[in-house]
């Protein structure tokens, strides 16, 4: 299996960094799928058609906290979903949607033969909080990890290893670095620069 960092709506940069990645491989995302980048639906849709594996983000559960979610971001999935010009319009039509409702089913984290995929840093494996899986940014934590966790959401300029259990593959695609992918049987890791494709007009 092959895990891969963010997305963040850069849609482009993920094809390109498809291109790189063995094409015998199954597929996972440590969500944050959508927001801040151009092209949430793009991705969404991507991920959805071709039965790829992810986990949820914080930015996929920020979707029913409405103010908490255009503040970080959610308006840029919202325009990419509706393409009108007024906001509420775009949200009837989002809430609307089966990508909605398939966002809003994906799971907390998944166990891959020795590994945990998650969001956030898993420091005591399934028993980690849901808040912390999902926001938690505090590595100090001690682990108690048994499996290896890969997971996203802090964004570093490189893949961070940690205590040699924990690998955070959230390379800051959306604010101009690499989209990141790690391949589980060989820990191998792939990087793409984000595509200038997926930055704003």
């Keep these: 299996m092959i895990v891969i ?5 850069c849609f482009h940069t993920l094809m390109e960094l498809l291109d790189k990645l063995p094409q015998t491989k199954d597929i996972c995302f440590v969500g944050d799928l959508i927001d801040r980048g151009p092209y949430s639906k793009e991705v969404v849709q991507f991920v959805m058609e071709n039965k790829y594996h992810s986990v949820v983000g914080n930015h996929e559960v920020m979707i029913n906290d409405f103010v908490v979610w255009i503040l970080n971001g959610g308006k ?3 325009n990419s979903f ?4 007024d906001l509420n ?6 809430a609307q949607t089966k990508e909605k409702k ?19 840093y898993a ?8 808040d912390d899986i999902l926001w938690g940014r505090d590595f100090k934590i001690p682990s108690t990890m048994s499996k290896i ?4 959401h802090t964004p570093e300029k490189e893949v961070r290893k940690i205590e040699d259990k924990h690998y955070c593959i959230d390379t800051a695609c959306v604010f101009g670095y690499n989209l990141t992918a790690i391949d589980l049987e060989t820990m191998e890791i792939y990087s793409v620069k984000k595509s200038k494709r997926d930055t704003y007009e």
Excluded: C
Excluded at 103 to 108: C, K
């Design 5 to 9: 960092g963010d997305v963040h709506g």
């Design 102 to 120: 398939w966002l809003e089913s994906l799971p907390l984290i998944i166990e891959w033969q020795h590994f945990i995929i998650s969001h956030s």
């Design 82 to 85: 509706g393409g009108k010009a």
């Design 123 to 130: 420091y005591d494996g399934d028993k980690t909080t849901e």
């Design 76 to 78: 840029a999935t919202l």
């Design 89 to 94: 319009e775009n949200v009837k039509i989002f």
């Design 149 to 152: 966790n890969i997971f996203g």
